[in-house]
């Protein structure tokens, strides 16, 4: 399906669990099933099916809210490396050596897991702008709320990036 990939992608990045990601992105499949004929066009179907996809996280986030919420991703996982589904992170130069592409595949690690730390809806904006490439107004329509809090969410969600990165990736 050609939403599959691209869902299940953003709830990876939300969850960090391969395996709970899977569910939830089956899940958000089945919710837009049950829900077709209430789908009236007003959105693209892509932000349709985020807004669905971010419902589950939510309410699987709420059902959890009593334990430490999620646990460390391997890099294989997040690299998408022997034996598991993740999403691959190649380095843009494929001539570096390998230390060089090590190093890469560790600051993306780092990076997840910093993006994971982020509150929710800071985490919601930057996994759909930076990772999902969603423009501003589908973004906005995913999560229900205007154009202007979408753009200032992200600000802030960069910059709590940046602080916390300083220094720690190349």
Same mark, same amino acid.
């Given at each position: 399906?050609?939403?599959?990939? *691209? %869902?299940?992608?953003?709830?990876?990045?939300?969850?960090?669990?391969?395996?709970?990601?899977?569910?939830?992105?089956?899940? /958000?499949? +089945?919710?837009?099933?049950?829900?077709?004929?209430? #789908?009236?066009?007003?959105?693209?179907?892509? /932000?349709?099916?985020?807004? %669905?996809?971010?419902?589950?996280?939510?309410?699987?986030?709420?059902?959890?809210?009593?334990?430490?919420?999620?646990?460390?991703?391997?890099?294989?996982?997040?690299?998408?490396?022997?034996? /598991?589904?993740?999403?691959?992170?190649?380095?843009?130069?494929?001539?570096?050596?390998?230390?060089?592409?090590?190093?890469?595949?560790e600051d993306?690690?780092? +990076?997840?897991e910093e993006?994971?730390?982020?509150?929710?809806?800071?985490?919601?904006? %930057?996994?759909?702008?930076? #990772?999902?490439?969603?423009?501003?107004?589908?973004?906005?329509?995913?999560?229900? $709320?205007?154009?202007? /809090? $979408?753009?200032?969410?992200?600000?802030?969600?960069?910059?709590?990036? *940046?602080?916390?990165?300083?220094?720690? $990736?190349?």
């Amino acid at each position: 399906m050609r939403w599959q990939d *691209r %869902i299940y992608g953003a709830v990876l990045r939300m969850v960090r669990d391969p395996e709970l990601a899977r569910d939830l992105a089956q899940e /958000t499949f +089945l919710r837009a099933y049950d829900r077709l004929a209430s #789908f009236r066009g007003g959105a693209a179907v892509g /932000t349709w099916l985020y807004s %669905i996809a971010l419902n589950q996280v939510r309410s699987e986030m709420r059902k959890r809210s009593a334990q430490k919420y999620g646990s460390p991703v391997s890099l294989d996982a997040i690299s998408g490396g022997p034996g /598991t589904d993740g999403p691959r992170f190649e380095p843009a130069d494929h001539a570096a050596g390998a230390a060089e592409r090590v190093a890469m595949k560790e600051d993306c690690a780092l +990076l997840l897991e910093e993006v994971a730390r982020l509150d929710p809806e800071h985490r919601d904006v %930057i996994v759909l702008r930076e #990772f999902q490439d969603l423009p501003y107004d589908e973004i906005a329509d995913a999560l229900e $709320v205007p154009v202007g /809090t $979408v753009r200032s969410r992200l600000h802030r969600a960069r910059g709590e990036l *940046r602080d916390r990165l300083r220094g720690r $990736v190349l």
